[in-house]
């Protein structure tokens, strides 16, 4: 019955014990949890705000500019190219024009303990610059206000660096700066304990920082581009994003009206000329009748005079036509462009093929120039232009050797018929032919001056009828700002995660590699040897803990354990007991002095033999000089009563190993180890032998012969498992080894599992001894981390 009630008693304690740890396993996953939602909420809260900010830009197809509203339509019109438009959109001259439209020149900061804040419109104080001095850019000038109307001044940047006070309002003039400092003192008691600091920025550097930030993407259907861009301060980011799409736009409106005012200016030149040359017809008409007092021209003479001077006003035209021809030669050898070119219908030609090619060479500048934003020299696109461009000049230049050719015929025609009509004409008084040649002249040259005029009116009405080709469908607004960092969902998720996964990958990894033996379950599942006790942690500097600390749970654990040992050995009147382990520091020494020590003070006369001859350690728990023992008996150097010393303890006797010999296990091999045994049996009524680890030498196997049971230690979270083998090989070869059982020593045993160190003892010892039953319970009194260590069996 009573085994029965100890299994089911060693049953509980299992599940107790797999049970609290689960619960200490959980609180670790709980632990991570906590620590990666709370760094996750420092991150979300000391992070610098990013937020995305956008508009929207229509791009149309290109609306016809003053000179093509004077020529007709396009043949040659194309659309626009997105991506130069892309590419105007992000390069410097556009960026420099919108900085330089802003007042972005200053920028303000407040310096926090972990982040800074910067300000743009709210500012507590206005750095006012002197416009006419340079002055150092990107360096950081410290501010903090004294009072109303005090601040003092600090650079640490330069050398010698400056500090100085201040009033508001007042002059600071260096080698560097030259400004002043005003308080708006609305925002002075918000921020009156916080330190400042502004720097002046380089436009030019300024400029291509944001050049840096705008993205501007197509939309998937469309000729829609949206343009965006990061910044910490979303009104900052709005201004510059709405700024750029207005001065963007504005440079196509300018670049449109810059051609329908060169026609004008062109215009106003021909009419300057052309009403002089009027103003001096008139005034000779006028005294050529007042000298010759004519006023009226015969009758007959009207049919010729009329035709001759129709065919004067056609040779004039066709002497503008020759001058603007030469105009054109000109032009197309000097220009390398067609953005101010003269319409060909300015001056009345009319002629198809021309317009088409001045037209053609006009959208293949223009083209060219768009090119030129995003493309390089030497790029395929440029090259194909340039080919279409010389190709395209070639047909004009030839285009207009035929019109000389063709208008060099109709003006040799002209002139022969003006001759004849000048030779009829020769019968008329001579004073009536002058007349009428001051007349023609008049007429000729007002015609050409109501044409001019007429063509202004419509270069001016084109030029006042130009619009933009582009338009914002949607300007930056912070209704529609994004944040961009920091997520604070997706941290606090992954924070989530991390912490779910962390205490996971670690219980696994650890596991996985976790070599040490634990606990008495790996005992029972790696090997058949009989546990015959475990022993607590020691958290005491002596080793006789048994003496010293009769009423502790470890004394307690080792009494149990000669309990257990008296079971295994009842036939055995003499007992001889080895004790070894796998490595050193697994307290093979100290369970062999406390084995001895609690068998001693049960009445039986004890013998704890050093037998440890590569390292002794006995001597120095009993204060024992090592100069003698059992190597210098062995060798014949000493009696067997000069090495064997008395304890404190009643009833214990040590022999300590001596001095280290050169060759221990020929020594153990000795027949006088033999009969050193022998002779000591007869003396003593237990021997307990410490000896050497059996991994490292084989002395513990060569006194197996002597032994009437050995003990195997092994160190909780210490020894490796694989120490197993060696231990199951050495049980079944039970004739050389004897009655071999195991100890588990330096075991750590949490306060909530209810029980002390002496449960389960394989060989029928009892249970039950709860915690505050043994003496140290009452004086041992765990810090923190010895307790979260101890939780979480670290």
């Keep these: 019955m009573a085994e029965i009630q100890k299994k089911n008693n060693s049953e509980l304690l299992d599940v107790k014990k797999i049970f609290f740890k689960s619960i200490s396993k959980w609180y670790l996953f709980l632990l991570s949890i906590s620590l990666s ?39 040659f019109q194309e659309k626009k190219d997105i991506s130069n438009e892309i590419a105007i959109l992000k390069s410097y001259d556009l960026a420099k024009e919108t900085i330089d439209s802003l007042d972005f020149e200053i920028t303000y900061v407040a310096a926090g303990r972990i982040k800074n804040s910067s300000f743009y419109k709210n500012s507590p104080f206005t750095v006012n610059l002197d416009s006419i001095f340079k002055q150092k850019t990107s360096l950081k000038i410290n501010i903090r206000f004294l009072s109303e109307e005090k601040y003092l001044l600090k650079i640490d940047d330069i050398k010698p660096s400056i500090e100085k006070i201040l009033n508001f309002g007042e002059q600071y003039k260096s080698d560097l700066f030259n400004f002043n400092i005003t308080l708006n003192e609305k925002f002075f008691s918000e921020q009156k304990d916080k330190k400042f600091y502004f720097f002046i920025n380089s436009i030019d550097e300024l400029s291509k920082f944001y050049k840096s930030r705008i993205e501007v993407e197509k939309a998937s259907s469309g000729s829609i581009l949206k343009l965006s861009m990061q910044g910490e301060i979303i009104d900052k980011s709005i201004d510059y994003l709405n700024k750029l799409s207005e001065v963007y736009i504005n440079k196509g409106l300018r670049d449109k009206n810059q051609n329908a005012l060169n026609i004008i200016k062109f215009i106003d030149k021909r009419l300057e000329n052309i009403l002089d040359s009027l103003q001096n017809t008139e005034n000779e008409l006028n005294n050529f009748r007042e000298d010759e007092k004519i006023f009226n021209i015969e ?7 009329e035709e001759l001077k129709n065919l004067k006003s056609k040779k004039l035209d066709i002497n503008i036509k020759f001058q603007y021809i030469d105009y054109l030669k000109n032009y197309i050898e000097s220009k390398s462009s067609f953005k101010d070119i003269m319409a060909p219908s300015v001056v009345g030609i009319n002629d198809i093929l021309l317009d088409a090619l001045i037209k053609k060479l006009i959208d293949l500048y223009e083209k060219k120039e768009r090119v030129s934003y995003s493309a390089k020299e030497n790029s395929p696109n440029l090259l194909i232009i340039n080919q279409n461009i010389e190709q395209t000049r070639k047909s004009f230049i030839e285009n207009i050797k035929n019109i000389i050719v063709t208008t060099n015929i109709l003006l040799r025609n002209i002139e022969g018929r003006i001759k004849f009509l000048e030779e009829k004409s020769q019968s008329l008084p001579i004073t009536e032919r002058k007349l009428s040649k001051i007349q023609r002249r008049l007429n000729s040259n007002d015609k050409i001056y109501n044409v001019l005029l007429e063509k202004r009116v419509e270069a001016k009405i084109a030029f006042a009828s130009n619009t933009a080709d582009n338009k914002i469908l949607n300007t930056a607004k912070s209704e529609e700002t994004v944040l961009i960092s920091p997520k604070i969902k997706k941290n606090y998720i992954n924070a989530l995660l991390i912490g779910i996964v962390l205490p996971f990958a670690f219980i696994l990894l650890r596991e996985f590699f976790n070599n040490n033996i634990e606990d008495k379950k790996d005992l029972e599942d790696n090997t058949d040897l009989p546990i015959l006790g475990y022993v607590g942690h020691n958290d005491l500097k002596s080793a006789l803990i048994t003496f010293e600390k009769k009423k502790s749970s470890i004394a307690e654990s080792f009494r149990a354990i000669r309990t257990n040992l008296q079971y295994m050995l009842i036939n ?15 307290g093979k020494t100290f369970c062999a002095i406390n084995i001895a020590s609690i068998i001693a003070m049960s009445d039986k006369k004890t013998l704890l033999i050093g037998l440890d001859l590569r390292r002794p350690k006995i001597h120095f728990e009993f204060g024992l000089e090592n100069k003698i023992g059992l190597t210098t008996y062995l ?19 040590i022999a300590v190993s001596g001095p280290i010999p050169p060759n221990p296990a020929e020594l153990i091999e000795t027949d006088k180890m033999k009969n050193f045994i022998e002779i000591v049996k007869k003396q003593f009524d237990t021997i307990i032998i410490d000896t050497p680890p059996i991994a490292l030498v084989t002395d513990a196997l060569l006194i197996a012969d002597f032994t009437d049971a050995n003990i195997y230690v092994i160190r909780q979270n210490y020894s490796k498992k694989d120490v197993f083998k060696l231990m199951n090989e050495m049980y079944k070869n039970k004739k050389n080894v004897k009655n071999l059982s195991v100890l588990l020593n330096d075991v750590v045993v949490p306060s909530y599992y209810g029980y002390g160190y002496g449960y389960g003892y394989g060989y029928g010892y009892g249970y039950g001894y709860g915690y505050g039953y043994y003496e140290e319970d009452s004086e041992k009194k765990n810090n923190f981390y010895q307790k979260i260590k101890n939780f979480f069996n670290l």
Excluded: C, Q, R, W
């Design 37 to 75: 939602i709370f760094v996750s909420y420092l991150i979300n809260k000391y992070t610098v705000p990013i937020y995305e900010i956008s508009l929207d830009i229509l791009i149309e197809d290109k609306k016809e500019n003053a000179l093509i509203n004077l020529l007709g339509k396009n043949p």
């Design 299 to 305: 009758a007959e003479n009207s049919a010729i005079f």
């Design 572 to 586: 055995k009147d003499k007992k001889v007991i080895s004790i070894t382990s796998t490595t050193s520091g697994e």
């Design 635 to 653: 060798i014949g150097k000493n009696k067997l009563n000069e090495i064997i010393f008395p304890s404190k303890i009643k009833n214990l006797f």
